[in-house]
């Protein structure tokens, strides 16, 4: 199956990152557990909440790979002597994964009453304006290279009269 790129234009020189990002982020499961919220604190401060009852601080790990931020959460073992007559909490392990953009930094992460707080710093960069030199090749001469055909008269003539017969 062939896929058509958005960002083929020779005009949109070096956006082969953004390709794999898109590509990354729909091959990523569509699963509605556990929930979560993305919140904005001003112009660059992002939290990530994930909802997590039932799980406690050293079930959870909170990774970056590359340009992802990793939450799972496994749970210890099970207690074998409990008898459930309604199980509604569930207790399987998960793995949610947040594609984080270029200098995205991960301050820190916190549980609090059953929900994990992911703090993210967006920096504000600073518009870079550089001057490039322009520079002449007088002293790098680059010689042409050209190719004379001299055609004889012997020669035309003679091509001339054997096209003409």
Request: net charge negative.
């Amino acid at each position: 199956m062939s896929r058509i790129s958005m960002f083929n234009s020779p005009l949109l020189l070096g956006f082969d990152q953004i390709e794999r990002v898109l590509d990354q982020v729909s091959k990523t499961k569509a699963e509605g557990y556990p929930p979560y919220n993305i919140e904005q604190f001003g112009e660059n401060k992002l939290r990530i909440t994930v909802a997590v009852a039932g799980f406690a601080e050293e079930d959870l790990s909170v990774t970056t790979e590359d340009n992802q931020l990793i939450i799972r959460g496994k749970h210890g073992e099970d207690d074998n002597e409990r008898i459930y007559i309604h199980r509604g909490i569930a207790s399987r392990q998960f793995q949610r994964s947040f594609v984080l953009a270029e200098g995205i930094e991960v301050v820190g992460a916190h549980l609090d009453n059953g929900l994990l707080h992911v703090d993210l710093n967006r920096p504000i960069p600073e518009p870079v304006v550089r001057e490039i030199a322009i520079g002449s090749n007088k002293n790098k001469a680059v010689s042409s290279k050209t190719i004379d055909m001299k055609v004889d008269d012997e020669d035309s003539t003679a091509a001339n009269k054997s096209s003409d017969a």
